[in-house]
């Protein structure tokens, strides 16, 4: 009897290592899974636009290495268009730099963001610092503007 038990003893303990075992491997299998679905969105060359409701921006980014090279151009309802130079760094899904542009024919610059998502670059603002042409923290900008830049042709 005591050789019977023992041995049923030793067969649920068995089988219950092995359920662990499969659970452990599932478990890791659905991590993985999980880890290729959250790939980063990537920037691409060429055109992002909002145009609707008499405003239009394109950002056309020319060129991706180290920085990110392009023209910003906004030309918004009532107010004066501008027109210039974007170089920044794309670090995860944040694209931070300086845009160099003319307004009303003189230069100015001011430091702009952008979250990568999908195909959109959604600009972000924030508070800025005493020159009013930098961020006062990068880690307080608010990316919800109603003015999504989509991934499109350029004309």
Same mark, same amino acid.
């Given at each position: 009897? /005591?050789?019977?038990?023992?041995?049923?003893?030793?067969?649920?303990?068995?089988?219950?290592?092995?359920?662990?075992? /499969?659970?452990?491997?599932?478990?890791?299998?659905?991590?993985?899974?999980?880890?290729?679905?959250?790939?980063?969105?990537?920037?691409?060359?060429?055109?992002?636009?909002?145009?609707?409701?008499?405003?239009?921006?394109? +950002?056309?980014?020319?060129?991706?290495?180290?920085?990110? +090279? !392009?023209?910003?151009?906004?030309?918004? /309802?009532?107010?004066?268009?501008?027109? !210039?130079?974007?170089?920044?760094?794309?670090?995860?899904?944040?694209?931070?730099?300086?845009?160099?542009?003319?307004?009303? !024919?003189?230069?100015?610059?001011?430091?702009?963001?952008?979250?990568?998502?999908?195909?959109?670059?959604?600009?972000?603002?924030?508070?800025?610092?005493?020159? !009013?042409?930098?961020?006062?923290?990068?880690?307080?900008?608010?990316?919800?503007?109603?003015?999504?830049?989509?991934?499109?042709?350029?004309?």
């Amino acid at each position: 009897m /005591k050789k019977s038990m023992i041995a049923l003893l030793l067969i649920l303990v068995v089988a219950s290592c092995k359920t662990k075992e /499969k659970e452990t491997e599932s478990t890791q299998e659905t991590t993985e899974d999980l880890i290729v679905e959250v790939a980063s969105p990537s920037l691409e060359i060429g055109c992002y636009t909002y145009d609707a409701n008499g405003n239009k921006v394109v +950002m056309k980014i020319t060129q991706i290495n180290d920085s990110v +090279m !392009g023209q910003l151009d906004y030309s918004l /309802k009532e107010k004066d268009a501008s027109s !210039g130079t974007f170089s920044g760094v794309l670090k995860d899904s944040l694209l931070f730099g300086n845009y160099v542009f003319m307004s009303e !024919g003189i230069e100015s610059s001011r430091e702009v963001a952008f979250l990568l998502t999908g195909n959109q670059l959604i600009e972000g603002f924030g508070e800025l610092d005493e020159t !009013g042409m930098a961020f006062k923290d990068k880690e307080n900008i608010n990316f919800a503007s109603s003015m999504p830049l989509t991934k499109s042709e350029c004309d």
